[in-house]
């Protein structure tokens, strides 16, 4: 009997002897009518495949992005101050590097969809990817740390920067949840985008405080369309109501979390509180303790600086608490690019009843998110505190009140 063919492989062509001299002949389909399955053709543009040594070189130095990114968050911070126009011109950076990457993301769809594979090997998109969320955090990170009142419910909003910014540096973590956990990764991506439009909007726009969030909320659901759509998968109708109910839900945290959302470009920068206030020098002025009766005879002045990006105009508003209940808010209107910020201040007259107790006057944008506070204590004894005029900068971390460095004194 004839000895049976054997199928060809890579190690033995087509007609070559087998050791005991069956011949070689082609693989043959095992399914009568098998149909032939069409691969997709993987074609990479010569920008892309110059771009994937230099990653690959990158990836060898990629403990060193993280550091660079937060020496550049610094550097904006000051420039902000000293320099806007350099301040801004590293925030625009920041959002064409975000452009860019949606844009290869998006075009890679796009010539997929017509047969052609243009994307980069997914370990240098990841890692592309892992360097601009570095540099997101890092950059925006010295502003939250600087703006953040660590009593309020903005701690819980910056420490999530912070544990995000941890995930981002730690290899590990942040590709096992990138491969793993798609939706983790989807907020993680969302995050970013939120806090970094929450940062460049005022400072190269100008805009206020409440419509750089709403504008930063709409652009988080917009920039998390990708990442919603590869979440979902498909499903028709089903998965476009999913979508939208998602993006709903996303933004509607984000606008009812906004009280613990720190405005990372206005900070208290002085506060002071006083019995008389020299309007023409715009300083407070005078002494007295804070007993009933002094209230009532000659009130009292708050005084704050605030500061803001120049070129900023935004309403805040003084809202006086006592032992923790609203009794009055009044609207100020203060203008950015005062070094040692705009100085605003209330005189409050009316104190009516018992006004014994403790005090609290919060500084607040027209979104409710909180600049800072001024507390004091009303009492007839030794417990009430004393308004002398003095110009005090509000307590923050130990060692990191880095507007110390810019060399400006609060006057």
């Not at 009430?384 to 971390?397: K, L, W």
């Amino acid at each position: 009997m004839d000895p049976q063919p054997l199928e060809c492989s890579a190690r033995r062509p087509v007609g070559a002897p087998h050791p005991d001299n069956r011949p070689c002949v082609p693989p043959v389909s095992r399914f009568e009518g098998a149909r032939t399955v069409a691969v997709k053709e993987t074609v990479t543009p010569p920008i892309l495949a110059r771009l994937e040594p230099l990653v690959t070189r990158l990836r060898r130095y990629h403990w060193a992005w993280p550091p660079i990114a937060f020496v550049l968050g610094l550097l904006g911070f000051f420039l902000v101050n000293r320099q806007q126009w350099l301040g801004g011109v590293l925030a625009l950076g920041l959002v064409l590097t975000w452009a860019l990457l949606i844009i290869e993301s998006v075009a890679s769809k796009w010539l997929s969809r017509r047969g052609r594979n243009a994307a980069l090997p997914r370990a240098a998109a990841t890692f592309i990817a892992q360097m601009v969320h570095q540099e997101t955090l890092f950059f925006c990170l010295p502003f939250f740390l600087a703006t953040t009142i660590w009593t309020s419910g903005q701690a819980v909003f910056t420490g999530l920067l912070i544990a995000c910014s941890i995930l981002a540096i730690l290899d590990p973590l942040y590709f096992g949840l990138s491969n793993r956990h798609r939706w983790l990764y989807f907020l993680l991506h969302s995050l970013c985008v939120f806090v970094v439009m929450l940062v460049t909007l005022p400072i190269m726009l100008s805009l206020t405080t409440g419509e750089s969030l709403v504008l930063s909320i709409l652009a988080m659901m917009f920039f998390s369309l990708p990442s919603v759509l590869g979440l979902l998968g498909s499903g028709g109708v089903t998965r476009w109501l999913a979508m939208v109910g998602l993006l709903i839900i996303l933004g509607g945290i984000a606008w009812t979390g906004r009280t613990w959302i720190p405005p990372a470009t206005l900070w208290l920068s002085g506060s002071a509180l006083s019995p008389g206030f020299d309007t023409a020098a715009r300083e407070p002025s005078g002494s007295m303790v804070l007993t009933p009766q002094a209230l009532r005879s000659r009130g009292l002045y708050v005084y704050t600086a605030i500061r803001a990006p120049r070129g900023l105009r935004e309403k805040i508003y003084h809202v006086w608490r006592h032992d923790g209940n609203v009794v009055e808010r009044i609207a100020l209107v203060i203008h950015g690019g005062r070094d040692q910020g705009y100085r605003a201040w209330t005189h409050k007259q009316n104190f009516s009843g018992e006004p014994e107790g403790r005090w609290q006057v919060d500084v607040i944008t027209q979104t409710g998110q909180r600049i800072g506070s001024v507390r004091f204590t009303v009492a007839a004894n030794d417990d009430a505190t004393v308004a002398d005029g003095r110009i005090q900068r509000p307590p923050g971390i130990p060692g990191w009140n880095i507007r110390h460095v810019l060399g400006k004194n609060v006057e």
